[in-house]
């Protein structure tokens, strides 16, 4: 079981005396950021701020820093070091591999995306259409948000070079099976790119258990720094043409990042290491074993959040009804605008959001009020039972 007062006292926001009181559920819009992470981006600026890798002492401290930061993130997402990339975010990671993907790619090849993405994982794609390329949708079911796996087949044919994908979509929560997904994709000879930005704060994936070519997510929802992170497996990675400075084609990592690396985030990102294994170390099992338990608190916290606003006549509950099956991202469709219900949390010392999370695309496919949007409550595994409470009262009050 996971020690809920060890996890929140690695988080130094839980002890912030203006944030008491504070129950924070907008974790899907980015997480609080734990210790080691701070204190890695504290040394780094305080004594490691000069040009990374050149010949001093600082220099070469902060770049192996930053080259410890992708080792040991790769080594947790179980891929080598030099298919892990940094970027300034998930968004602009996938902008640029759209752009690999084009020039690798002969108009009339197709290219499929779903209704359910984030529009990071959508747009991106959707505009190669101008190249030349068909476009061709995998649709949600429009009730419940799902994506059914059955509906990929008939899209797969000799064409299609490219299926992408959420792990979880960030309105939906639903958990989509990957692995399969994948298997299917590969056995029609595509790649598959995976937007992993709403799962990955729940349980840092195995990408290589996974199968898929492209993982992508975000460190500032996994209680890192504002940095994107990408997983591209060797096989694409080396097909792909690079996107970078001419000179640094032939290095993987380096490929598909045409921004100059933020030093002292990336370095940083290796806190969230350091904190993941800490955890397991506490806790007694690996540090890939950590996923499980953070998946068993948030399920048991989960549930009665879902079985509450399940008995709501006033509320569209959007993905699964059973906890087991999601990630608590919990999206509701209210009758008025969903931003002022969540001012109206806010007074209950709830922290939500309310408006459309650029996932427009799922939520017009479920035929909802992009205007009203959804609220969202959305919590990790570092939020307690009492959190829950808060919020189940709050929303009683409110809605
Ligand atoms: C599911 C999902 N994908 C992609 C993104 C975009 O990530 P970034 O802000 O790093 O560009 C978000 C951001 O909210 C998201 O929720």
Same mark, same amino acid.
């Given at each position: 079981?996971?020690?809920?007062?060890?996890?929140?006292?690695?988080?130094?926001?839980?002890?912030?005396?203006?944030?008491?009181?504070?129950?924070?559920?907008?974790?899907?819009?980015?997480?609080?950021?734990?210790?080691?992470?701070?204190?890695?981006?504290?040394?780094?600026?305080?004594?490691?701020?000069?040009?990374?890798?050149?010949?001093?002492?600082?220099?070469?401290?902060?770049?192996?820093?930053?080259?410890?930061?992708?080792?040991?993130?790769?080594?947790?997402?179980?891929?080598?070091?030099?298919?892990?990339?940094? *970027?300034?975010?998930?968004?602009?990671?996938?902008?640029?591999?759209?752009?690999?993907?084009?020039?690798?790619?002969?108009?009339?090849?197709?290219?499929?995306?779903?209704?359910?993405?984030?529009?990071?994982?959508? *747009?991106?794609?959707?505009?190669?259409?101008?190249?030349?390329?068909?476009?061709?949708?995998?649709?949600?079911?429009?009730?419940?948000?799902?994506?059914?796996?059955?509906?990929?087949?008939?899209?797969?044919?000799?064409?299609?070079?490219?299926?992408?994908?959420?792990?979880?979509?960030?309105?939906? *929560?639903?958990?989509?099976?990957?692995?399969?997904?994948?298997?299917?994709?590969?056995?029609? *000879?595509?790649?598959?790119?995976?937007?992993?930005?709403?799962?990955?704060?729940?349980?840092?994936? &195995?990408?290589?258990?996974?199968?898929?070519?492209?993982?992508?997510?975000?460190?500032?929802?996994?209680?890192?720094?504002?940095?994107?992170?990408?997983?591209?497996? @060797?096989?694409?990675?080396?097909?792909?043409?690079?996107?970078?400075?001419?000179?640094?084609?032939?290095?993987?990592?380096?490929?598909?990042?045409? =921004?100059?690396? &933020?030093?002292?985030?990336?370095?940083?990102?290796?806190?969230?290491?350091?904190?993941?294994?800490?955890?397991?170390?506490?806790?007694?099992?690996?540090? @890939?074993?950590?996923?499980?338990?953070?998946?068993?608190?948030?399920?048991?916290?989960?549930?009665?959040?879902?079985?509450?606003?399940?008995?709501?006549?006033?509320?569209?509950?959007?993905?699964?009804?059973?906890?087991?099956?999601?990630?608590?991202?919990?999206?509701?469709?209210?009758?008025?605008?969903?931003?002022?219900?969540?001012?109206?949390? =806010?007074?209950?010392?709830?922290?939500?959001?309310?408006?459309?999370?650029?996932?427009?695309?799922?939520?017009?496919?479920?035929?909802?009020?992009?205007?009203?949007?959804?609220?969202?409550?959305?919590?990790?595994?570092?939020?307690?039972?009492?959190?829950? &409470?808060?919020?189940?009262?709050?929303?009683?009050?409110?809605?």
């Amino acid at each position: 079981m996971l020690d809920l007062s060890y996890v929140r006292g690695q988080f130094p926001a839980f002890a912030e005396p203006s944030l008491q009181g504070q129950a924070f559920f907008e974790n899907a819009g980015g997480s609080y950021t734990c210790q080691p992470v701070i204190d890695r981006l504290f040394r780094f600026y305080h004594q490691r701020k000069v040009q990374p890798y050149a010949p001093y002492p600082a220099a070469q401290a902060g770049g192996a820093e930053m080259d410890e930061a992708r080792t040991r993130l790769a080594g947790l997402l179980n891929i080598a070091p030099d298919e892990l990339s940094f *970027g300034p975010s998930t968004s602009q990671n996938i902008y640029v591999l759209s752009q690999a993907v084009r020039e690798a790619m002969r108009p009339g090849e197709a290219i499929i995306v779903t209704n359910q993405d984030h529009e990071a994982n959508s *747009g991106a794609w959707r505009r190669l259409a101008d190249h030349g390329i068909e476009v061709r949708e995998w649709k949600v079911d429009p009730e419940t948000g799902h994506l059914d796996p059955a509906e990929l087949e008939p899209l797969l044919d000799e064409s299609v070079r490219l299926v992408c994908f959420p792990h979880c979509s960030n309105v939906v *929560g639903e958990i989509n099976p990957v692995a399969e997904i994948t298997a299917l994709a590969h056995a029609a *000879g595509a790649w598959v790119c995976v937007d992993g930005v709403s799962y990955a704060p729940h349980g840092f994936p &195995d990408v290589d258990a996974l199968g898929c070519d492209i993982y992508l997510f975000s460190a500032y929802k996994t209680y890192g720094p504002h940095q994107g992170i990408m997983a591209i497996r @060797r096989e694409l990675a080396n097909l792909l043409p690079n996107q970078a400075h001419s000179f640094n084609g032939d290095t993987l990592y380096k490929k598909f990042t045409p =921004a100059g690396p &933020d030093h002292a985030q990336v370095a940083a990102c290796a806190g969230m290491v350091d904190y993941i294994e800490a955890l397991a170390t506490h806790q007694g099992v690996s540090p @890939r074993e950590v996923a499980g338990l953070m998946h068993a608190h948030e399920v048991a916290l989960m549930q009665p959040l879902l079985d509450y606003l399940g008995t709501k006549n006033s509320v569209r509950l959007l993905g699964p009804t059973d906890a087991a099956r999601r990630a608590p991202t919990v999206a509701v469709a209210l009758q008025r605008p969903a931003e002022g219900v969540a001012r109206d949390l =806010a007074q209950h010392g709830i922290m939500a959001g309310g408006g459309d999370f650029y996932a427009v695309r799922p939520l017009q496919a479920m035929g909802i009020d992009t205007v009203k949007g959804v609220l969202r409550l959305s919590f990790v595994h570092y939020t307690s039972p009492d959190e829950v &409470d808060q919020l189940l009262a709050a929303l009683d009050a409110v809605l």
